[in-house]
């Protein structure tokens, strides 16, 4: 028998959904705000007795048939740029109000906006855990492919929204050259498929939540859904096999509750034409529902 208790005062939830496609190449990923909500996340935040649930509906994203590319290195970065606005304006208004943001991706470019909002409601960069099989710490001068969804860290930190030395990633296992000297540079603490395997995830999320919430402030939990392993979230368009499992996902998440310092969750990169039967939907939002408090005894 479950119980669904809250691991601190969170009264209230705001949901918000950024149906971006922009910063990735596959087509899809902008559904994913639309799976999450046909997967009964809301039905399931109120099972936690959460006393205030409001979901602010999602945010418009131009399609990239309206416009150009812009720069082959950044590819639609202007209009990513201004719909992050957008959602830091929100994010921030949420997390003033005393409101815990859920935000549904849309591809990992959104993420520039979520700690632009975070930064400001806080007035310094959040703590954050990213998990993620990649890295996400390319540059436009370093990008392979010049899609942003493999940006947002990089310039979450030139712009001061995140702070490497309490920034931790998780998961990694699809990294480019360019993105590990940029990991080295940047001095972030990120642990590899290989290092979870051979410390556990325990571990793994005891110095996560150490690093992260150094400085007695709310974490902010990033979480690609491409970092748990394709046999579990197949929806996800790119995909890399060997990597967190559906028991390792959720510790990481019960974890970051028990700590009782997980101040806000994004969940990105769900496409749900790559899906079978909604199923990475529906794990993201038993996610959000472990980060939140939902436990099994």
């Known amino acids: 028998m479950s119980t669904t208790t809250l691991p601190r005062s969170i009264e209230r939830v705001d949901i918000i959904g950024v149906p971006m496609d922009l910063g990735a190449s596959r087509r899809g990923v902008d559904m994913g705000p639309y799976a999450v909500r046909y997967a009964k996340l809301n039905e399931r935040l109120r099972a936690l007795n959460i006393p205030e649930i409001y979901d602010h509906g999602n945010l418009q994203v131009p399609l990239r048939e309206e416009f150009g590319q812009g720069e082959r290195n950044a ?6 740029e201004r719909v992050c606005e957008e959602l830091a304006r929100e994010v921030e208004h949420i997390t003033n109000s005393n409101g815990f943001p859920i935000v549904l991706g849309g591809d990992h470019s959104i993420a520039m906006g979520t700690l632009k909002g975070l930064t400001r409601a806080h007035g310094k960069a959040p703590g954050v855990v990213w998990v993620d099989a990649h890295s996400d710490i390319n540059s436009p001068d370093t990008s392979p492919s010049g ?16 702070d490497p030395k309490r920034t931790v990633q998780i998961g990694l296992r699809d990294v480019d050259a360019s993105e590990k000297a940029n990991l080295r540079q940047a001095g972030i603490v990120a642990y590899t498929m290989s290092d979870v395997d051979r410390l556990g995830m325990t571990r793994v999320m005891e110095h996560a939540i150490e690093v992260a919430g150094a400085d007695g402030g709310p974490i902010h939990m990033s979480f690609d859904m491409d970092g748990i392993d394709p046999s579990e979230a197949p929806g996800t368009g790119t995909p890399v096999k ?9 510790l990481a998440m019960e974890m970051l509750a028990e ?21 990475t939907a529906i794990l993201a939002v038993g996610l959000v529902c472990s980060g939140l408090g939902k436990s099994i005894l």
């Open 242 to 250: 060997g990597g967190l499992s559906f028991r390792e996902a959720h």
């Open 75 to 80: 590819k639609y970065f202007d209009i990513i």
């Open 259 to 279: 700590s009782g310092k997980l101040g806000s969750i994004e969940m990105v990169e769900i496409n749900p034409i790559l899906d079978t039967r909604n199923q």
């Open 147 to 162: 899609n942003v969804h493999g940006m947002p860290l990089w310039f979450a930190i030139k712009n001061g929204f995140a």
